[in-house]
């Protein structure tokens, strides 16, 4: 199971754009980077998944470099409402993925 | 049904009582997983189920703890002789496994939110 690394914390504004990025070097053939968000007292929802370059749906962007070894979580134009912990996974159709910690993403007026 | 859904939403029980959680999850998704999550912590995996078999117990913390999932579809998890550190949220999650081009979103439940008193 590929091991990630993502920031701890981050804090932005409200109507910035935001990135977070993730590193997974030893990413796997076979996984898609997925990236989760989770509110307080719910369950995480899944925002968008993408194998390589970039995918873009009515929530966010994703960016993967060529080699796969990380990716971006673009969010733009952020809103209070964006405030939750998200989580990067690689994920295929074999294996459990692994919660890391996340990234808590504060949003200030 | 439309999304993945858990009961109890939540549960008060006295140390040393037996709690079962219920999932129903989306229909027609064939894998299952359990996961919980204390307080201000990251998901911990419990168990994984293919259809209904589990081919990865290995997350259950000890063997107070089970699970089974009947006709493909609901599961129960079981704690036994619950204890103070089995409060948290247990969350639930199904996927659709796909052949090929991605896609292996899980979708998760709200969770049961467990208290041991």
């Known amino acids: 199971l590929a091991k990630t690394t993502q920031p701890i914390s981050m804090d932005s504004y409200e109507g910035q754009e935001v990135n977070i990025t993730c590193s997974h070097n030893?990413?796997?053939?076979?996984?898609?980077i997925t990236w989760y968000q989770q509110f307080p007292s719910q369950g995480p929802r899944f925002i968008i998944q993408?194998?390589?370059t970039k995918v873009t749906n009515e929530v966010a962007s994703l960016f993967i470099p060529a080699d796969r070894k990380s990716s971006t979580l673009s969010l733009p134009r952020v809103s209070l409402s964006d405030t939750a912990v998200y989580y990067c996974?690689?994920?295929?159709?074999?294996?459990?993925?692994?919660f890391g910690k996340g990234t808590r993403l504060h949003i200030l007026p | 049904g439309a999304g993945v859904s858990q009961s109890p939403s939540n549960k008060v029980t006295e140390k040393g009582k037996d709690v079962e959680l219920r999932c129903d999850p989306i229909?027609?998704?064939?894998?299952l997983y359990w996961y919980r999550q204390s307080l201000g912590q990251g998901l911990e995996f419990l168990i994984y189920?293919?259809?209904?078999?589990?081919?990865?117990k290995s997350g259950l913390p000890s063997d107070r703890f089970s699970a089974e999932r009947t006709g493909g579809s609901v599961s129960t998890l079981t704690i036994q002789r619950t204890q103070q550190e089995d409060s948290a949220v247990y969350l639930c999650?199904?996927?659709?496994?796909?052949?090929?081009?991605?896609?292996?979103?899980?979708?998760f439940g709200s969770g049961t939110r467990l208290t041991v008193v």
């Open positions: 999650a199904s996927s659709l496994v796909q052949g090929t081009g991605g896609n292996y979103g899980y979708t």
């Open positions: 030893n990413i796997a053939t076979n996984d898609y």
């Open positions: 993408g194998y390589k």
């Open positions: 996974l690689p994920m295929n159709r074999d294996d459990k993925i692994i």
């Open positions: 229909s027609g998704h064939t894998a």
């Open positions: 189920f293919q259809g209904n078999s589990a081919p990865d």
